[in-house]
């Protein structure tokens, strides 16, 4: 193959490339043994598994790209990245749905209100009494000691049944309301159902394709034979790290730091944190072939996970919000749900603010060093 090495290579970059195409063949072997008729949960697993390492290649590929033939890297390099961006297409909708029929259940539960304590209704209120009636009987007269106690225990037996019913009251929605959170419901299963749907169709075209065929027989030969040349991986995989720490000193880190602050309540200023997790994937994928250690990043990288799929949820709502001649009950329901998904992309970014000073920058930092 052309520019191989003709000795052996001290690299690391080889082994993980071997690794991570024996992976992506044992995946796409499990995922030929369960089809979607005969074991649908198998199949989809295998599919995921094969995502995750063609990730890997094409992550490394990405990275350490002076140290591979350029001629074979690149185009193997695109290949996988169609391919795992096909495959994520069908899971992607498939967690959106079920992230916001969960969030409409919240939104359609009873709601419990407080309700306001009263004297000699609650056991707490009978041993407060109790207990100043103990207070007061050390001054009082014996007729006023016995008063106190039986006062005690009429309290007590008041309270006996509120110590069985809660303190607080539930309120279910009203029927409007109730009836444009089922159709809210209804609404985005229909939209998430079909485009999920075909999203699973072109996969499963994707992948009796002969172009798929092509990749696999790459990533086979990959398992075997890595067209890399000998080299330090370090500088790049420092300089992927540089490109990391660029990116988030972007980010507005120090307003994100603020609860309540409101900052992500509109899509615009998604992009650059998109373009950090891209960015932290591409430094945990140099951490893990140059041997270094990914534990303080996993954690940031799972929150910036829970920030694209909330920010792609709320998506989802806003787009069921705008199907012509729906009611204004819907429409509030799915305006609601856009605002919750919303918050929850702020509460990540307050999140991964917390996690990228307390532990993230010291290994970037590290790492750039290095």
């Known amino acids: 193959m ?7 290579c001290d690299s690391p970059l080889a082994p993980y490339l071997h690794e991570q195409a024996a992976e992506f063949l044992r995946a796409l072997r499990r995922h030929r043994e369960g089809s979607d008729a005969t074991d649908p949960e198998l199949s989809a697993r295998s599919a995921l598994e094969m995502r995750r390492a063609a990730r890997r290649i094409g992550g490394a590929l990405h990275t350490f790209r002076p140290l591979t033939d350029r001629t074979w890297a690149d185009p193997l390099r695109a290949e996988l990245a169609w391919l795992s961006g096909t495959l994520a297409r069908e899971h992607a909708h498939a967690s959106q749905l079920a992230r916001l029929l969960e969030a409409l259940q919240r939104l359609g539960s009873p709601v419990a209100v407080p309700q306001p304590v009263r004297a000699g209704r609650t056991g707490a209120v009978g041993a407060v009494s109790g207990t100043a009636a103990q207070a007061r009987s050390a001054e009082d007269t014996a007729s006023s000691r016995e008063a106190a106690s039986s006062r005690e225990t009429a309290t007590s037996r008041e309270a006996a049944p ?6 607080s009251r539930e309120t279910a929605p009203s029927r409007e309301t109730a009836l444009g959170i089922a159709r809210a419901g209804a609404l985005l299963e229909r939209q998430l159902t079909l485009a999920r749907t075909r ?27 890595a067209p890399v040349t000998p080299g330090d991986p370090a500088p790049y995989a420092a300089h992927a790290a540089r490109r990391l720490t660029e990116a988030v000193d972007v980010l507005p880190l120090g307003r994100a730091a603020r609860p309540y602050n409101a900052e992500a309540v509109h899509e615009g200023q998604d992009s650059p944190w998109h373009q950090v997790r891209l960015l932290l994937r591409l430094h945990r994928y140099a951490q893990e072939v140059t041997g270094g250690s990914t534990t303080a990043l996993a954690e940031a990288s799972r929150t910036l996970d829970r920030h694209r799929d909330a920010a792609e949820a709320a998506a989802a709502a806003a787009a069921a919000a705008r199907t012509a001649r729906i009611a204004p009950a819907t429409a509030y329901a799915l305006g609601v749900l856009h605002s919750e998904q919303r918050h929850e992309v702020e509460a990540a970014r307050f999140a991964f603010q917390r996690q990228w000073r307390l532990a993230a920058e010291t290994t970037i930092r590290e790492a750039v060093s290095g």
């Open 199 to 225: 999203a699973h169709s072109a996969a499963l075209q994707a992948l009796g394709s002969s172009r798929f065929h092509a990749v696999a027989d790459a990533v086979a030969v990959l398992a075997s034979e």
């Open 2 to 8: 052309k520019g191989a090495p003709e000795g052996p």
């Open 162 to 167: 509120s110590r069985d019913t809660a303190s």
